[in-house]
């Protein structure tokens, strides 16, 4: 298994932030493991999508699986990761409304 460290991890929480699904299995997980059916049936997702997100979270090196009989728990792989995310969602931002489309998302201009 290799460690990474530095900018390519701050890419990879990155790319699992990116996605409102995968946020919400980290806060989930942030605060106890889970099994899949759980998380699914927790965040209202299909199983389906719910192990695609699982697998990229596993892949961007994020959560683990831990083989317990015939099923799998899912946890973060890291405690620090529970903390950094618990001071993620105590940012408060300063946003401002004339650079954010219909759906509320920010705008990003074109460099």
Do not use: F
């Amino acid at each position: 298994m290799q460690t990474l460290t530095s900018t390519s991890v701050l890419q990879r929480v990155g790319t699992a932030l990116s996605d409102p699904t995968r946020v919400r299995i980290l806060v989930a997980l942030r605060d106890a493991p889970a099994y899949p059916s759980d998380l699914a049936g927790c965040l209202g997702v299909s199983r389906q999508s719910l192990s695609n997100h699982l697998s990229c979270l596993r892949g961007c090196g994020l959560v683990v699986s831990v083989p317990e009989g015939r099923r799998s728990r899912y946890e973060l792989v890291d405690p620090k990761l529970g903390h950094a995310l618990t001071d993620l969602l105590g940012i408060v931002l300063a946003v401002d409304p004339a650079h954010l489309g219909p759906a509320g998302h920010p705008v990003v201009e074109p460099s």
